[in-house]
C-alpha cells in the first residue's frame, strides 16, 4: 500500500513539480494492442493487404507458447515472423518519437511506412529505434516489424537448457519527447545514472551523471533539476545547473551532492526505495523528464566470512528464476512477473538469481521493492563461437544490461558466462584448444568491460562441476567464482558437495565463493519411502534440498546459494519425467508450491512457519505386511519451531524436536480419511492441517472385503499417481506366498539410474509409469479370490542410453529381434513372439487388457517366458470385475 500511495504522489509531482511550471513532459503509452501477426519469412503490401493474410494478436506475445508442449514433434519453430498495424498521429514539429521494445527475441528489424529503420541484435534487453524521421506529418503510419528467433552462431545464447521463445515478448511502447531530451541513445537506458559513492548509517552522498541530447539545428539553453524524492513525496535534496547545449550536441553533466542526513538504509528487512526525479525545463516549462529508483545502501564480500550489508553479516539465501508460464511460453505481464517475485519473498529469501539472461523491467522494480538482492547476467551459456562478431554481441549485452540496471539498488552482481564450457565435451579434440582459448579471452574482455561501465558491483561467472575452469584458469578472472553443483542428482551422492566446496575453500583462500545453482527434478504424481538418485519423486527432491542446506549453512564462507530452480519451466528438448520441462523448480509451472518450497520458508522466513510437508502426496496407498489394518508411511513436518507435536485421527503421536527445521514420524495410515494435525508450542504456537486419503492394499487379497484392485508400478522404488483417474500405481514389491508381487527379475537402469527418462510417445498423463520396468521377471503372481478379473498389462521397449536432451527422431527405426518373449497367464498364452521394438519401436507404449476366471483354488498367474533377451513389463493392473 505504501508503494501504491507513493506512486500516485510521483505522478502528482510529474504533473505540479517545478513550482508552477508549465509541463510537457515526454510521453509514454503502451502500444501491445491489435496487433496482425504472420508466420511468413516476408510481408508485403499495405495494411489492408495484410489484414487478409495475418491473424489479430495482443502484445506481450510469443509464436511458440503451443509448439513446445506436448504437440507429438521435437523442436519447434525458430524463424521469422512479422507484426504490423497502423499507428495513427498528427507528428508535432519539435518533437522526437521512439519505439521502445523491452524484449523481442531475438534479431528485431523495424519498418515504418514501408522504410528499413533499424535491427537490434538480442533476445533480452530493452531496445529502442527513433522513428521520427520516418512518420508521416499526420494520419496512418504502417508499422511493420520483423522478428526472427532463428539460431545463429553469432548470438548468444548458443544452446541452453532453456526455450529459446520467439516474438515480441515484453511491452512495446510509443514515446514523444521534446528535441531536447535526456540521452534516448544509450542502448535504452535513462540516460541518468544514480550511484552512492558514500553511504553511511545515517547520511549518504549522491552522485547523478546525465546524458543530454539537442536534436535541433540551434543552441539551447536549459535549466537541470534534480530531485531527490523520499517515499512519501517529499524532496529531501534538489540540485539545479544551468547549461547551453551547442547544435545537435550530446552533453554528459554530472554533480556530487553534499551530505544527505537522516536517510533510510535499504536492505531485505527495509526496501526503502527513494526516487530521483530528473527534470529538463526550458523558458519555464520541463520539456523531458525521468525517473529513477535510489536506495542507499554498501556491501562488501569477503573470502571467510560472506556478504556484508550495510555492515552486517546476511547469508544471500534464494532461487533462480526462468521467466516463462506452461501454454504462455515467456509471453508474461507485469502482474506474472511481480507474483513469481512476491512468490520467493514470501520463502523468505534474500537474493535472486536472475538466469540466465536480463529479465523484464517489471522484475528489476519488484526486486527493489521487495528487498532481493539480485544477481544478473547476460545470455552467455554453454559455449560461444569463435567469431569477432559473436564477440561484439557479447559486449553489447553486457552494456546493455549493466546501463539499464544500473540504478537499481537491489542489483549487486553481474554475471556474464554460465558453464561456458558446457559444450566442450562434444567438441573436436582439433578445436578444443582454440575454444578454450578464445573462451578465457573474451572472459577477460567482458570483465574488462563490466568493470569500466560499473566499478561499484561485483562481476561473477557461474561454473559446473569440470576441471577445465581451473586449468584454463578462467576462475582467476571473475572477482566471484560460483558454482553449479548437482552432486546426489547427476553425479555423486550429498555429502560430496561439502567436500568439493571445502577443496575449494583451502585451495583459493582468498577466493569468494558462491552456489550459483544446486537442485533436483521432482514430478508431484511420484512418492517414495526410499527415494534415489535421478528418480524424480517428491522425496527424492526433498533429501537432496535438505542435505545442501543444511551444508551450505554450516559454511560461512560461502557467500549464498541460489536453488535451481524457483519455478519448474520449459526446455523443450529435454524428457526426464515430464517431458518439455525441467521439473527442478520449488513450485510447479502453474505455480503451486512443492514440498520443499516450505522447507526454506522454515529456514529462511523470520515468521512462524509450521507446514506438513505432504501436500504433494494427500492421496496415498499402500500394502500391508502379514496381519496388520495399517501400513505405517512417514509424515514430515517442515518448521522453524524448536518442537511439533503430531496428531492423526484426534491422538497424539508425539512430540518431537526440529532437526535442520524438519521432524518426521512414521505414521499408521489405516483405510480411509486420516486427519493429520501439526502443533507447536508455547510462545511460537502455531497450527497445520492436511487430510490424507489413503487406499490400503491387505498382504492377504482373500482377506479382504473389497474387490480386488491393484495397479502396480513395476520395476519401481515409486508409486505413481494418476491424477485424473484417482489411482495409485504403487511401488513394486517381491512375491511372498499368500500375497502378490513379481518372481525373480530386476528393475531396470540406465546409466546408473533408475529406469528410462525418455519421453513415451503419443502419452501425455501416463509417461513416468512406463519409465521403469521389470526386467528379466519369470512371472508376477497374485493370490486373488475366486472371480472374474480384468488384467492389463503395459509395455515399452526403453531407448538403450541415457539422453537428457532430444533433438530430431526421439524413436529410431529398428529391426527388431533384441528381445522376443511369450506373456502366459494361467497356463494360457495370449501373446506369442511378442518384440516390442520390432512391432512398435522404441519408447512407443503397449497396454492391453484381458479378463479371465479365477476358480477356487487358483490364483493369477503372468508369465513371461524369454525366447531371446530378457523380458520386461512396465505396469500391471489387476481389476475384480466380480
Not at 523468505?348 to 540466465?356: E, Q, S, T, Y
Not at 548437482?486 to 583462500?509: C, I, L, S, V
Not at 529435454?574 to 529456514?603: C, M
Amino acid at each position: 500500500m505504501r508503494y501504491i500511495f507513493f506512486k500516485i504522489l510521483l505522478t502528482l509531482l510529474v504533473f505540479t513539480t517545478g513550482f508552477g511550471l508549465k509541463a510537457q513532459n515526454r510521453e509514454k503509452s503502451s502500444l501491445n494492442y491489435h496487433w496482425y501477426f504472420a508466420k511468413t519469412d516476408s510481408l508485403k503490401g499495405e495494411i489492408e493487404d495484410i489484414k487478409n493474410t495475418a491473424k489479430i494478436v495482443n502484445i506481450p506475445h510469443t509464436w511458440n507458447n503451443k509448439d513446445v508442449l506436448d504437440d507429438g514433434e521435437r523442436g519447434y519453430y525458430r524463424g521469422p515472423a512479422w507484426y504490423a498495424k497502423s499507428l495513427f498521429l498528427n507528428k508535432e514539429a519539435g518533437k522526437k518519437y521512439y519505439l521502445h521494445f523491452e524484449g523481442a527475441n531475438q534479431e528485431t528489424t523495424l519498418y515504418v511506412n514501408g522504410q528499413r529503420v533499424g535491427k537490434h541484435v538480442g533476445g533480452y534487453s530493452t531496445f529502442q529505434f527513433d522513428i521520427t524521421p520516418f512518420l508521416k506529418s499526420t494520419g496512418e503510419n504502417l508499422i511493420k516489424i520483423k522478428v526472427d528467433n532463428a539460431h545463429h552462431p553469432d548470438i548468444p545464447p548458443l544452446s541452453a537448457d532453456f526455450t529459446f521463445f520467439g516474438g515480441i515478448y515484453r511491452d512495446l511502447f510509443i514515446i514523444k519527447t521534446s528535441s531536447v531530451h535526456f540521452s534516448m541513445n544509450d542502448y535504452a537506458s535513462s540516460g541518468v545514472y544514480v550511484s552512492t559513492p558514500t553511504v553511511k548509517e545515517d547520511y549518504a552522498r549522491v552522485l547523478v551523471k546525465s546524458i543530454l541530447k539537442n536534436d535541433t539545428e540551434n543552441t539551447q539553453k536549459i535549466k537541470l533539476v534534480h530531485d531527490i524524492i523520499d517515499a512519501n513525496g517529499n524532496s529531501i535534496y534538489q540540485r539545479k545547473q544551468n547549461f547551453s547545449l551547442k547544435p545537435l550536441e550530446e552533453k554528459t553533466t554530472s554533480f556530487d551532492s553534499e551530505k544527505i542526513k537522516n536517510i533510510q538504509l535499504w536492505s531485505p528487512k527495509n526496501p526503502y526505495v527513494y526516487r530521483v526525479v530528473s527534470k529538463v525545463i526550458q523558458n519555464d516549462v520541463i520539456i523531458d523528464q525521468v525517473d529513477n529508483p535510489l536506495g542507499f545502501r554498501w556491501f562488501r564480500f569477503d573470502a571467510n566470512d560472506g556478504f556484508f550489508l550495510n555492515g552486517q553479516a546476511l547469508k544471500l539465501m534464494g532461487a533462480n528464476r526462468h521467466q516463462d508460464l506452461w501454454s504462455k511460453g515467456n509471453a508474461l505481464s507485469d502482474d506474472l512477473h511481480r507474483r513469481d517475485m512476491q512468490l520467493l519473498k514470501d520463502m523468505g529469501a534474500n537474493f535472486i538469481r536472475l538466469a540466465h539472461y536480463p529479465q523484464d523491467p517489471a522484475v528489476l522494480q519488484a526486486a527493489d521493492e521487495l528487498g532481493l538482492l539480485v544477481w544478473e547476467e547476460t545470455p552467455l551459456v554453454n559455449e560461444v563461437t569463435l567469431t569477432k562478431a559473436h564477440d561484439e554481441n557479447s559486449k553489447l549485452m553486457v552494456k546493455e544490461m549493466v546501463r539499464q540496471h544500473f540504478n537499481h539498488p537491489s542489483v549487486i552482481m553481474w554475471g556474464y558466462m554460465n558453464e561456458i564450457y558446457w559444450a566442450h565435451r562434444f567438441l573436436d579434440k582439433e578445436v578444443v584448444d582454440a575454444h578454450t582459448e578464445a573462451t578465457v579471452k573474451l572472459a577477460q574482455e567482458l570483465e574488462n568491460l563490466v568493470r569500466q561501465e560499473d566499478p561499484t558491483r561485483y562481476t561473477a561467472m557461474a561454473c559446473h562441476n569440470y576441471p577445465l575452469y581451473e586449468s584454463s584458469k578462467i576462475t582467476e578472472i571473475p572477482m566471484i567464482v560460483s558454482w553449479n553443483l548437482y552432486h546426489g542428482w547427476y553425479y555423486d551422492t550429498f555429502e560430496d558437495f561439502g567436500k568439493f566446496m571445502d577443496n575449494q575453500h583451502e585451495k583459493y583462500p582468498d577466493r569468494i565463493h558462491f552456489i550459483s545453482e544446486y537442485g533436483a527434478g521432482s514430478d508431484v504424481r511420484l512418492h517414495s519411502n526410499n527415494p534415489e538418485r535421478f528418480d524424480f519423486t517428491v522425496e527424492g527432491q526433498k533429501r537432496f534440498l535438505e542435505s545442501f542446506l543444511k551444508q551450505l549453512l554450516e559454511r560461512p564462507y560461502i557467500s549464498g546459494a541460489s536453488v535451481w530452480n524457483l519455478i519448474d519451466f520449459n526446455s523443450e528438448r529435454r524428457i526426464d519425467a515430464i517431458p518439455h520441462l525441467n521439473s527442478k523448480g520449488l513450485v510447479e509451472a502453474d505455480r503451486t508450491p512443492k514440498d520443499s518450497y516450505f522447507l526454506f520458508q522454515a529456514a529462511l522466513s523470520d515468521q512462524p512457519v509450521l507446514k506438513i510437508a505432504e501436500t504433494n502426496w494427500k492421496n496415498r496407498a499402500g500394502y500391508a505386511k502379514k496381519d496388520e489394518s495399517f501400513v505405517k508411511q512417514p509424515v514430515q513436518v517442515y518448521s522453524n519451531a524448536k518442537s511439533v507435536e503430531l496428531f492423526q485421527n484426534g491422538k497424539s503421536l508425539g512430540i518431537k524436536p526440529t532437526e535442520n527445521f524438519s521432524a518426521t514420524w512414521q505414521v499408521p495410515l489405516t483405510d480411509g480419511k486420516n486427519e493429520i494435525i501439526a502443533k507447536t508450542q508455547n510462545d511460537d504456537y502455531a497450527i497445520d492441517k492436511l487430510d490424507i486419503d489413503f487406499e490400503f492394499v491387505p498382504f492377504d487379497l482373500k482377506t479382504s472385503t473389497q474387490k480386488v484392485d491393484i495397479a502396480l508400478n513395476t520395476g519401481s522404488n515409486y508409486s505413481f499417481f494418476d491424477t485424473h483417474g484417482q489411482v495409485t500405481w504403487l511401488q513394486d514389491k517381491a512375491y511372498s506366498s499368500g500375497s502378490w508381487g513379481y518372481v525373480d527379475g530386476k528393475p531396470l537402469y540406465v546409466s546408473k539410474k533408475i529406469g528410462t527418462k525418455e519421453d513415451i510417445q503419443t502419452l501425455t498423463e501416463f509417461i513416468p509409469l512406463y519409465q521403469t520396468m521389470q526386467v528379466g521377471a519369470k512371472a508376477y503372481r497374485f493370490d486373488v479370490p475366486a472371480g472374474k478379473y480384468e488384467v492389463e498389462l503395459l509395455w515399452v521397449e526403453p531407448y538403450p542410453k541415457s539422453r537428457r536432451f532430444i533433438e530430431g527422431i526421439e524413436s529410431p527405426e529398428h529391426e527388431g529381434g533384441l528381445r522376443v518373449f511369450d506373456v502366459v497367464i494361467n497356463g494360457k498364452t495370449i501373446i506369442e513372439n511378442l518384440d516390442l521394438l520390432k512391432d512398435y519401436g522404441y519408447n512407443y507404449p503397449f497396454r492391453k487388457k484381458w479378463e479371465i476366471l479365477v476358480k477356487d483354488e487358483q490364483n493369477i498367474n503372468i508369465e513371461f517366458l524369454s525366447k531371446k533377451g530378457k523380458s520386461l513389463i512396465s505396469g500391471i493392473r489387476i481389476r475384480q470385475v466380480w
